[in-house]
Nanobody
């Protein structure tokens, strides 16, 4: 089992920045993709940014490319999401997630991810 705890959400004005953190504990060796999803009221959960923890490769939704950056600190078992140039449409609950090694499915699809954090709210006002 792995446990994920997010932090760093908040309220900002459009154009502002936030950095989310996700600390993993437990059986972290069991997974090799870790990252961020978001869900706005009335919408489906969507993949935002994923990092391949074995190699550092990153994958982004088109809507956040050039604005969001995922990174990791292996020594701290932590992944980050730096969010710049925030827009009102970025408002959502942001979840950290991890998927086990060998799991098949789209990298930015939520279904293959077994472990989830409790979420942290991001609100962007215009």
């Amino acid at each position: 089992q792995a446990q994920l705890v997010e932090s760093g959400g908040g309220s900002v004005q459009a154009g502002g920045s936030l950095r989310l953190s996700c600390v993993a504990s437990g059986s972290t060796y069991n997974y090799n993709f870790m990252g961020w999803f978001r869900q706005a009221p009335g919408k489906e959960r969507e993949g935002v940014a994923i990092i391949y923890t074995d190699g550092g490769n990153t994958f982004y939704a088109d809507s956040v490319k050039g604005r969001f950056t995922a990174s990791q600190d292996n020594a701290k078992n932590t992944v980050y999401l730096q969010m710049n140039s925030l827009k009102p449409e970025d408002t959502a609950m942001y979840y950290c997630a991890a998927r086990e090694r060998g799991t098949v499915g789209g990298i930015l699809q939520p279904q293959p991810y077994k472990y989830w954090g409790q979420g942290t709210q991001v609100t962007v006002s215009s």
